[in-house]
Nanobody, 125 residues
Framework: QVHLVESGGGLVQPGGSLRLSCAAS????????IGWFRQAPGKEREGVSC????????YYTNSLKGRFTISRDNGKNTVYLQMNRLKPEDTAVYYC??????????????????WGQGTQVTVSS
């Protein structure tokens, strides 16, 4: 049974940092990647970053401008999202999910419909 649990969200001031964790169980190499997605109220869900489970290759949405870094532990059971220089527009619920990276690094999309419960990130003064 695939199970994903996010943690690490919270309230931070603009310019601050957070490190999100996604603890995954039941994940095998049959799943291409783990991705982070976010959704703000009134906005469409967007892909943030994904990491391949096979070779560790990554995808980042271009709008992040290098502020976010995705990584995984050696056992591939936990995926992290380091979020730096946070901005108010980063405020959203962040979800991790099984994902697929578009060949050529052109995008990342959820697949198989496995999601965590989400963790709230609020960036505000």
């Amino acid at each position: 049974q695939v199970h994903l649990v996010e943690s690490g969200g919270g309230l931070v001031q603009p310019g601050g940092s957070l490190r999100l964790s996604c603890a995954a169980s039941g994940i095998t190499l049959d799943y291409s990647a783990i991705g982070w997605f976010r959704q703000a109220p009134g906005k469409e869900r967007e892909g943030v970053s994904c990491i391949s489970l096979s070779d560790g290759s990554t995808y980042y949405t271009n709008s992040l401008k290098g502020r976010f870094t995705i990584s995984r532990d050696n056992g591939k059971n936990t995926v992290y999202l380091q979020m730096n220089r946070l901005k108010p527009e980063d405020t959203a619920v962040y979800y991790c999910a099984t994902a697929w990276i578009v060949p050529g690094g052109l995008g990342c999309h959820p697949e198989y419909d496995y999601w965590g419960q989400g963790t709230q990130v609020t960036v505000s003064s």
